[in-house]
Nanobody, 111 residues
Framework: QVRLTESGGGLVQAGGSLRLSCAASGNVDGRIALEWHRQAPGKQRERVGLIGALGVARVEDSVKGRFTISRGNAKNTAILQMTSLLAEDTGVYYC?????WGQGTQVTVSP
């Protein structure tokens, strides 16, 4: 069983930056693709971006130019670097991989 743990959420002012981390542990065979999703209050969960097992990353158009995804130093970690944050980026950010969801980390951007 794969377990995903997110960290790095918090409260930031608009225009600021946050760095989220997702670490996969447990029954992980080699490198796995990891995705970042988010869910704003009252809205459906949406994908923010992903990084494949070989390290190729892409983000959705809604955050392109502001968010980037990369691998962390440890195997099977994914970093979501968020810059120029907007109030509409507020939500719970989830990591997904190995058919498993993390517990989520709250990101709040104050206007």
């Amino acid at each position: 069983q794969v377990r995903l743990t997110e960290s790095g959420g918090g409260l930031v002012q608009a225009g600021g930056s946050l760095r989220l981390s997702c670490a996969a542990s447990g029954n992980v065979d080699g490198r796995i693709a990891l995705e970042w999703h988010r869910q704003a209050p009252g809205k459906q969960r949406e994908r923010v971006g992903l990084i494949g097992a070989l390290g190729v990353a892409r983000v959705e158009d809604s955050v392109k130019g502001r968010f980037t995804i990369s691998r962390g130093n440890a195997k099977n970690t994914a970093i979501l670097q968020m810059t120029s944050l907007l109030a509409e980026d507020t939500g719970v950010y989830y990591c997904y991989g190995g058919e498993t969801w993390g517990q989520g980390t709250q990101v709040t951007v104050s206007p």
